[in-house]
T-cell receptor, first 114, second 114 residues
Framework: QKEVEQDPGPLSVPEGAIVSLNCTYSNSAFQYFMWYRQYSRKGPELLMYTYSSGNKEDGRFTAQVDKSSKYISLFIRDSQPSDSATYLCAMNEGSYQGAQKLVFGQGTRLTINP | ETGVTQTPRHLVMGMTNKKSLKCEQHLGHNAMYWYKQSAKKPLELMFVYSLEERVENNSVPSRFSPECPNSSHLFLHLHTLQPEDSALYLC?????????????FGNGTRLTVT
C-alpha cells in the first residue's frame, strides 16, 4: 500500500465550477499537510498547509484535513482557467530535527475549461 | 536572482556521457534536496543535505552522485545513465530546525537519456 494515495486524474471541469481534490494516507503520525501547485514546465509551489485536523481557507482555496479518516481535501471555488495545473498533496510528521522529509502523492492534473 | 535556480533546463545525454546538474538557492536556507519526478509517480526524494544530516534514498543507483559544497549550492553528477533515468530532476531548499518549513523548488532539469 502506498503511503499517500492521490487520484492522478486527469480532471476537467468548466470555468466557475467547484473543484474537489483529495488524498488518503496510511501513516497516522502525519501532522502537517500541504498542497503544492505545479504549472507545466515549472517546479511545484506551495499553495497551502494545515496542521492536524480542521479547515483552512485562503481566498478561493480551502484545505480540509480529517485525521480520523486519514483523508485530506483541497477545494477550489469559482475555478479559473489559470487554476489549470497539477496539484500535489504532501505531508510529514513534523519535527524540529533534521530536514523536511515530505511524502508526496502522485499529483492530480486539473484543467479548467473556459 | 531570487529563489531556487537550476541549470541546465534541458539535458540530453547518451548512456556513456558524464554530466552534472547544478542548483543554487538564494533564500538563506540550510537544507537542500534532490527529487526525481517521473510521469504518473510521486516525487521521489533522492538526497538531502542539511546541517544535521546527509540522507540518501537507498534505492537511488550509484550512477547518481550528489555534491553539496556549501549551503547555497547543490550538484548532481550523472554517469553511465540508463534510459529509465529520463525524468524531471527537481532541486528544493528549506530551513532546517523549524517544525514546518515549506520546500521551495526550482523549475527542474528535464533529462533525456538516449
Amino acid at each position: 500500500q502506498k503511503e499517500v494515495e492521490q487520484d492522478p486524474g486527469p480532471l476537467s471541469v468548466p470555468e466557475g465550477a467547484i473543484v474537489s481534490l483529495n488524498c488518503t494516507y496510511s501513516n497516522s503520525a502525519f501532522q502537517y499537510f500541504m498542497w503544492y501547485r505545479q504549472y507545466s514546465r515549472k517546479g511545484p509551489e506551495l499553495l497551502m498547509y494545515t496542521y492536524s485536523s480542521g479547515n483552512k481557507e485562503d481566498g478561493r482555496f480551502t484545505a480540509q484535513v480529517d485525521k480520523s479518516s486519514k483523508y485530506i481535501s483541497l477545494f477550489i471555488r469559482d475555478s479559473q482557467p489559470s487554476d489549470s495545473a497539477t496539484y500535489l498533496c504532501a505531508m510529514n510528521e513534523g519535527s524540529y530535527q533534521g530536514a523536511q522529509k515530505l511524502v508526496f502523492g502522485q499529483g492530480t492534473r486539473l484543467t479548467i475549461n473556459p | 536572482e531570487t529563489g531556487v535556480t537550476q541549470t541546465p533546463r534541458h539535458l540530453v545525454m547518451g548512456m556513456t556521457n558524464k554530466k552534472s546538474l547544478k542548483c543554487e538557492q538564494h533564500l538563506g536556507h540550510n537544507a537542500m534536496y534532490w527529487y526525481k519526478q517521473s510521469a504518473k509517480k510521486p516525487l521521489e526524494l533522492m538526497f538531502v543535505y542539511s546541517l544535521e544530516e546527509r540522507v540518501e534514498n537507498n534505492s537511488v543507483p550509484s550512477r547518481f552522485s550528489p555534491e553539496c559544497p556549501n549551503s547555497s549550492h547543490l550538484f548532481l553528477h550523472l554517469h553511465t545513465l540508463q534510459p529509465e533515468d529520463s525524468a524531471l530532476y527537481l532541486c528544493a531548499s528549506s530551513q532546517e530546525k523549524q517544525r514546518i518549513s515549506p520546500l521551495h523548488f526550482g523549475n527542474g532539469t528535464r533529462l533525456t537519456v538516449t
